[in-house]
């Protein structure tokens, strides 16, 4: 996974529903703001109107006043007190020439203009109170200028209201009258006349239907308000548990029920990179049940999965609180462990893999580590990954992949050139074959009793024009495992007989030539017809051609090796069991099958000569080749007492440094010709 990636996931990890939260929180806050803007607007409205009402009627009393005081014509207060409104008009002195309606004053008062007191003042308006003396009774008074209009008026003279009549004797101002359920604030307007002042009593009504129009808007918005913090409250709910749900198919293993790969991916990341723990020394380990389809296969899934959750179990219960464990595939475990010494590491993860060998009552299971060591650091390790750490220690369980014991492998660089090596094998192998770099070499078998050539194995050897002289050892394996083997045989096995055609067309006298046909090849069921077919086509007898089957191979598929050996009988070929006592007892093979030739695997003669044991071994292999017909021959020979033990104990054929190294066909020709004249040179004496 890339840092990139890696990043984006943590991310998605840590997430939260903060933002929702958040949101909810915002929009509930702004429905509330916009529900307390929304009432003061409706009640600026409703003031606004009112006020212009109420200042549009005390201008036109004062138009209409004026307009009788220069003309002299009409009965003006006649026409005032029919429209029923509360008013009382002073000279300029402050006498009050008439009065009328619901009003503390009367025609025997008069007004101090300079008592009205002071009560406040904004950038527009002088609000006074009118001290009615006889009542007591404190009024604002509100003296509208021409030029402002009312709405502004008003407003003020209720915050100043609010802010500074409240401070006097709350009792004696009159502020809220209420009557009928309707609630009202009557106030007094003044302007000027031509020779004094109007003073009119005006009010701020709210009604019923003003107050229903108010409750109505306030309403619909709280109901709006309501709806859409229910819906965002519910979308914060569905985010979590969907989050919840994410997080859990993201970051859980569905079969042990716990940490899956990507989540110790992401936690393995963050607790090597913590600036506290680049001291200490981890080991990333990759932990593979061995066999676990197997096991599948033989039980169920739910069986299966069963011992991979007791497992995962077992692992935790070996872990300290800072070390991890995550399943990552079917049969793989990701660990990270702490470790101090490298052989306490290696005997506890032994002992994991002793205990988890017996989670079973009724199987004993084979568990392989594969271990990366982290080394501390002297710094904080900034970015660690953690992906290419468990490749690592993948890779190091790899190489215990031939086997099905359990066992534990450190990573180390051989590894990596390993690989290496076999990608560039594999990037040559073709080319290789196409520029015939492949080569084949003659390692003649002698009789030792008679000293004479009696047979040859050809042996592969790669002359690259890219990587040099390659060995067998070093690509015969790779082709095995890529598949390239089943190409390489055919190509020997035409390579020989047709060697054998020409030598044969020359006179010389041919001795049977064994090729290597490789195990994977062997399951093959037409093998036998292929290489009947590339021998006939090369005009070889089969005779002289002896296939050769590594020991291994009889524990593939007995029955198609069967069949197939048969069939290379019957076609003429001669079969030989290779590295007999290199691996496998395959004592069981040789009862089965129709082999013709035994070839003892060189290890039994490393230590021959002084050890009788090894002796006996090899003297009872030969008898018993014997017994069942079938020649031997005696691989890796290279002493002179090895040779005199195997003739005396009657063995057939040795193949070894004793006599020969494989050598080119050139050199293998002379030998065969060098056989030829001690045949006629024999023939002479006898
Ligand atoms: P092998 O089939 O067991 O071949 C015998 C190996 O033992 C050869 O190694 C040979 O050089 C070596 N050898 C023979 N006598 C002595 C001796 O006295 N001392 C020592 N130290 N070694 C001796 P080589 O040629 O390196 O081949 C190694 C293996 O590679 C072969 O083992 C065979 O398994 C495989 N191989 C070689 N050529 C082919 C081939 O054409 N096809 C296939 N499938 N495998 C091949
Ligand atoms: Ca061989
Ligand atoms: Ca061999």
């Known amino acids: 996974m890339a840092k990139y990636n890696r990043k984006k996931i943590t991310k998605l990890r840590k997430s939260h529903i903060g933002l929702s939260i958040f949101a909810l929180i915002a929009i509930s806050t702004l429905g509330v703001l916009m529900m307390l803007i929304l009432a003061d607007f409706a009640l600026t409205f409703l003031i606004n109107t009112k006020a212009e009402t109420d200042a549009g009627r005390l201008k036109s009393m004062v138009d209409a006043y004026d307009t009788q005081v ?54 527009y308006h002088q609000i006074k109170i009118y001290s009615d003396r006889n009542s007591g009774i404190l009024n604002p008074v509100l003296i509208i200028s021409s030029e402002v ?45 031509i020779d004094g002042k109007i003073f009119y009593k005006g009010g701020l009504t709210v009604n019923s239907s003003d107050l229903a129009f108010i409750v109505l808007i306030l309403s619909t918005l709280a109901i709006l308000v309501v709806i859409i913090v229910v819906a965002l409250f519910i979308n914060v709910i569905v985010n979590f548990v969907d989050q919840q749900r994410m997080k859990k198919l993201l970051f859980m293993d569905n079969v042990t029920q716990n940490h899956n790969w990507i989540r110790f991916y992401l936690e393995a990341g963050e607790l090597l990179e913590k600036r506290k723990n680049a001291n200490k020394k981890y080991a990333v380990v990759n932990l593979v049940f061995v066999k676990y389809r197997n096991f599948v296969l033989c039980h169920s899934v739910a069986e299966g999965e069963m011992e991979l959750r007791k497992t995962y179990n077992k692992i935790r219960e070996h872990l300290d609180r800072k070390e991890l464990c995550g399943h990552d595939n079917s049969s793989s475990f990701a660990l990270l462990l702490m470790y101090d010494d490298i052989n306490a590491l290696r005997d506890r993860i032994q002992k994991l893999i002793d205990e988890l060998s017996c989670i ?56 990596v050139e390993d690989h290496k090596w076999i990608d560039r094998v594999h990037e040559h192998q073709q080319k290789a074959l196409e520029n015939k770099e492949f080569v084949v070499y003659y390692q003649p078998k002698y009789d030792p009793r008679t000293n004479k050539l009696s047979g040859a194995e050809a042996l592969i050897r790669w002359k690259s024009a890219d990587l040099g002289f390659v060995s067998p050892g070093d690509f015969i394996p790779i082709f095995e495992e890529n598949g390239f083997i089943t190409e390489i045989d055919h190509y020997m096995i035409e390579h020989v007989a047709l060697d054998q055609k020409a030598w044969l067309d020359q006179g010389l006298s041919c001795v049977p030539v064994s090729v290597n046909v490789s195990r994977a090849h062997f399951i093959e069921e037409d093998l036998a017809d292929q290489i009947r077919d590339i021998v006939a086509g090369a005009g070889c007898p089969p005779e002289l051609i002896e296939i050769e089957l590594t020991e291994s191979a009889f524990f593939d598929n007995k029955a198609v090796m069967l069949r197939t050996i048969g069939l290379l009988k019957e076609y003429g070929f001669a079969v030989s069991m290779d590295d007999f006592g290199s691996g496998y007892s395959s004592l069981n093979s040789l009862k089965d099958l129709p082999l013709d030739v035994l070839k ?56 070894g440094y004793y006599y020969a190294k494989p050598m080119p066909g050139e050199e293998y020709i002379s030998r065969m010709e060098k056989r030829e004249s001690e045949d006629e040179g024999s023939g002479e004496d006898t």
């Not at 409240?166 to 359920?181: P, R």
């Not at 568990?367 to 290419?388: K, M, N, T, W």
């Not at 468990?390 to 051989?414: H, P, V, W």
């Not at 009872?620 to 031997?632: G, V």
């Open 70 to 123: 220069k003309t002299g014509d009409g009965d003006v207060f006649g026409l005032f007190d029919m429209q029923e409104v509360d008013y009382f008009v002073t000279d300029d002195t402050g006498n009050i020439i008439h009065s009328n309606g619901e009003n503390t004053c009367d025609m025997t008062r008069s007004v101090d203009y300079s008592d009205l007191t002071v009560v406040g003042q904004d950038s």
């Open 149 to 193: 209009s009312a709405r502004q008026t008003i407003s003020s003279l209720l915050e100043i209201m609010n802010d500074e009549i409240t401070d006097k004797d709350e009792s004696s101002i009159v502020k809220y009258e209420i009557d009928n359920g309707m609630v009202s604030m009557p106030y007094w307007m003044c302007s000027n006349t």
């Open 360 to 415: 079973n009552d009724h199987h004993t299971f084979g568990f392989q580590a594969g271990v990366e060591l982290i080394p501390a650091s002297h710094r904080r390790r900034v970015y660690v990954d953690v992906d290419a750490l468990y490749n690592n220690a993948c890779a190091a369980r790899m190489t215990l992949a031939g086997t099905d014991e359990s066992g534990i492998a450190f990573f180390d660089q051989k590894i």
């Open 600 to 655: 003892l695997d060189a290890g039994f003669f490393r230590d021959i000569t002084d050890d009788s044991r090894g002796e006996i071994v090899v003297s009872e292999a030969i008898r018993l080749a014997k017994n069942l017909n079938m020649k031997t021959v005696a691989e890796g020979v290279e002493e002179r007492e090895q040779v005199d033990f195997l003739a005396k104990e009657g063995c057939d054929m040795i193949q």
